[in-house]
């Protein structure tokens, strides 16, 4: 094994390696270099020795709870910058919170695809800036952002007069002018059932006809990342993300330099995303106005038929298992 990888190091610590065999695989493939323990000893030794870059690991390895565990994981680790990125079984919503409160930066359930597991490494190896929420949620807006406080009144004030057969149109016209204050050239609002791995475009700034349009999750690695995490992801540059960048190839309609994806919030709950993309390579906006496109998010979600939105993905999911 190379002394140093061109793309990165993985640890991956589990009882049961077998079950990385394909991801190391791939990985290698893509001249990323990976390390396997199977004791918490193992694991801190190694961390201390060697720089890598995401450490994958079980719960169970420890056997001293999440907080313990991650702790120990970050006093040891020779890369302060280590990105942890917990797999297990227990996929409840109250142990994702716990994970994440305790340090982890992303999540992922068995059993799982390899190819979403690599593409999950993948866009960990490359820059991706994470804003916490209450970063900016608590700043009080300023005078530069006054035309986005104008948006997000009159984004009150249309949806407050809209009945549900015509939510898409009014969707789109927020979104278009999300979009035009942001120099967007694609502004998304999707809504997301994580159980399922679905989501749903429900609407997007650039195409009218695009409506209710049915997406998989293990496409959008930085979505789930969103969805994990309750916090605001920020890539300057695609081009810089390996697996960002491939969007490009893939979305040939439009050019794809950044993107800022958003949490929305329905009742507390994290229930999809807001995504906005830009044409070239950006600087992060300012926290005033993060904070009034966040709540312009959380708005459009309210109006949202957000319960009957899930049972459709639901539905939609359990026809193609089925299939």
Same mark, same amino acid.
């Given at each position: 094994?190379?002394?140093?990888?061109?793309?990165?190091?993985?640890?991956?610590?589990? &009882?049961?390696?077998?079950?990385?065999?394909?991801?190391?695989?791939?990985?290698?493939?893509?001249?990323?270099?990976?390390?396997?323990? +199977?004791?918490?000893?193992? &694991?801190?030794?190694?961390?201390?020795?060697?720089?890598?870059?995401?450490?994958?690991?079980?719960?169970?390895?420890?056997?001293?709870?999440?907080?313990?565990?991650?702790?120990?994981? #970050?006093?040891?680790? !020779?890369?302060?910058?280590?990105?942890?990125?917990?797999?297990?079984?227990?996929?409840?919503?109250? @142990?994702?919170?716990?994970?994440?409160?305790?340090?982890?930066?992303?999540?992922?359930?068995?059993?799982?695809?390899?190819? @979403?597991?690599?593409? #999950?490494?993948?866009?960990?190896? #490359?820059?991706?800036?994470?804003?916490?929420?209450?970063?900016?949620?608590?700043?009080?807006?300023?005078?530069?952002?006054?035309?986005?406080?104008?948006?997000?009144?009159?984004?009150?004030?249309? &949806?407050?007069? +809209?009945? #549900?057969?015509?939510?898409?149109?009014?969707?789109?016209?927020?979104?278009?002018?999300?979009?035009?204050?942001?120099?967007? %050239?694609?502004?998304?609002?999707?809504?997301?059932?994580?159980?399922? %791995?679905?989501?749903?475009?429900?609407? +997007?700034?650039?195409?009218?006809?695009?409506? %209710?349009?049915?997406?998989?999750?293990? @496409?959008?690695?930085?979505?789930?990342?969103?969805?994990?995490?309750?916090?605001?992801?920020?890539?300057?540059?695609?081009?810089?993300?390996?697996? +960002?960048?491939?969007?490009?190839?893939?979305?040939?309609?439009?050019?794809?330099?950044?993107?800022?994806?958003?949490?929305?919030?329905?009742?507390?709950?994290?229930?999809?995303?807001?995504?906005?993309?830009?044409?070239?390579?950006?600087?992060?906006?300012?926290?005033?106005?993060?904070?009034?496109?966040?709540?312009?998010?959380?708005?459009?979600?309210?109006?949202? %038929?957000?319960?009957? &939105?899930?049972? !459709?993905?639901?539905?939609?999911?359990?026809?193609?298992?089925?299939?």
């Amino acid at each position: 094994m190379s002394e140093k990888s061109n793309q990165g190091r993985v640890l991956f610590a589990d &009882l049961a390696l077998v079950k990385y065999k394909s991801v190391i695989s791939e990985l290698t493939k893509a001249d990323v270099d990976s390390d396997c323990v +199977t004791d918490v000893t193992q &694991l801190l030794q190694k961390i201390s020795e060697v720089k890598y870059d995401i450490c994958a690991i079980n719960l169970l390895l420890g056997g001293i709870g999440p907080f313990e565990l991650i702790e120990n994981i #970050r006093k040891s680790s !020779k890369n302060p910058q280590l990105k942890i990125v917990v797999v297990t079984r227990q996929v409840h919503k109250l @142990n994702i919170q716990n994970t994440i409160r305790a340090g982890a930066d992303d999540f992922i359930a068995e059993p799982f695809e390899s190819l @979403n597991f690599y593409n #999950r490494v993948l866009y960990h190896l #490359r820059p991706v800036q994470v804003i916490k929420a209450n970063q900016f949620e608590q700043s009080i807006p300023g005078v530069e952002s006054h035309k986005y406080v104008q948006m997000l009144l009159e984004a009150t004030e249309i &949806l407050s007069r +809209t009945d #549900r057969e015509h939510i898409h149109d009014t969707f789109l016209k927020i979104l278009q002018d999300i979009a035009l204050q942001m120099e967007s %050239n694609r502004t998304s609002l999707i809504i997301v059932d994580e159980s399922a %791995n679905n989501g749903v475009v429900l609407a +997007t700034s650039d195409d009218p006809k695009f409506s %209710n349009f049915p997406i998989s999750l293990d @496409n959008y690695p930085e979505i789930v990342h969103v969805m994990h995490t309750g916090n605001l992801i920020f890539v300057e540059d695609v081009s810089q993300n390996s697996l +960002t960048d491939r969007i490009k190839s893939k979305v040939k309609s439009i050019a794809i330099g950044s993107m800022i994806i958003f949490p929305v919030r329905y009742h507390a709950d994290i229930v999809g995303a807001l995504v906005i993309r830009r044409p070239v390579a950006t600087e992060l906006p300012t926290q005033d106005v993060m904070r009034v496109l966040q709540a312009t998010a959380n708005l459009m979600a309210a109006h949202a %038929n957000v319960a009957v &939105l899930l049972r !459709k993905i639901y539905k939609e999911f359990k026809k193609v298992s089925a299939a």
